[in-house]
């Protein structure tokens, strides 16, 4: 009866799961997230973007990227929630580059070629880095709020001019972390939870039954017999007993058996 209902709870398990993935995969609207709409002096653009994800670049000599997680430096991303990251431009060229735009998007860590999403496109209008100097470029972005829980690789590129020629280079090619929604009081982990509880109280309940069998088995067992041997008449009692028809009977039988 245990084993059934732990084969129960952890079909119960992989159903949720399963059914978490299949409704990522049949949602047309999960694969597109809206492109931001913040803008300031780099004249960030996040409506009509095009999109470059079709595109191949190469990179252009003398310029060099990095990227920054400011304010999430373990890089764990909560799906459906917006996470920022930094990427920095060095130009040791000769000529000014300007920013066209920033993309990135999520694929499976054992697979590059399996695609899991492509993130929102952000341009940039009037954004130069000129030659000897370096400049830093927000990138907002946000995974689908039904992508399961995992890890997962991220590849940033950021896509610039330099006379007319289009270049582009990959700023971060690594693992995130995406989890649900809602913290650490999330379906799944409460889930978990509630599951690993009630196969404790299960335990609990069968070695209790074990221990009661047992106790009844104990009580059961046949009590050892007492062999009893023939009691000794006291001294005191023979004496007392003499001349009375008591005796003399005893004394009869012990002469029949001689």
């Known amino acids: 009866m245990t084993i059934r209902v732990f084969f129960v709870l952890a079909l119960l398990l992989f159903s949720s799961s399963f059914l978490q993935v ?10 597109v997230v809206e492109g931001t709409e913040e803008g300031g002096d ?21 310029i060099e990227t990095i990227c920054v997680f400011p304010k999430n430096p373990s890089k764990v991303v909560a799906a459906g929630e917006e996470s920022e990251l930094l990427v920095g431009m060095k130009n040791d060229g000769e000529s000014n580059l300007n920013i066209i735009a920033i993309q990135a998007s999520v694929h499976l860590p054992f697979d590059h070629r399996y695609l899991v999403q492509n993130l929102s496109v ?26 399961q829980p995992g890890s997962f690789d991220l590849v940033g590129t950021i896509i610039y001019e330099i006379d007319q020629n289009a270049y582009q280079n990959v700023f971060y090619n690594g693992t995130i972390e995406v989890t649900e929604p809602g913290g650490l009081l999330s379906v799944e982990s409460v889930f978990l939870f ?5 196969l404790l109280g299960l335990l609990g309940f069968w070695i209790r039954g074990q221990l009661q069998n047992l106790s009844k088995k104990t ?5 050892a017999k ?15 007993l003499q001349g ?15």
């Open 22 to 31: 299949a409704r990522a995969q049949s949602d047309p609207e999960a694969e």
């Open 42 to 62: 780099l004249g960030i653009v996040g409506e009509d973007v095009q999109d470059f994800s079709s595109e191949s670049y190469g990179p252009a000599p003398g």
């Open 122 to 147: 952000q341009a940039f209008n009037n954004a130069t880095v000129p030659p000897s100097a370096q400049a830093t470029f927000p990138y907002i972005f946000a995974v689908s709020k039904f992508m």
């Open 194 to 198: 509630c599951l690993g509880v009630a």
């Open 219 to 223: 009580k059961r067992a046949p009590k």
């Open 226 to 240: 007492v062999e009893v041997g023939t009691a000794t008449t006291d001294a005191s009692m023979d004496e007392w």
């Open 244 to 258: 009375t028809a008591y005796t003399q009977s005893q004394s009869n039988k012990l002469k029949k058996k001689k």
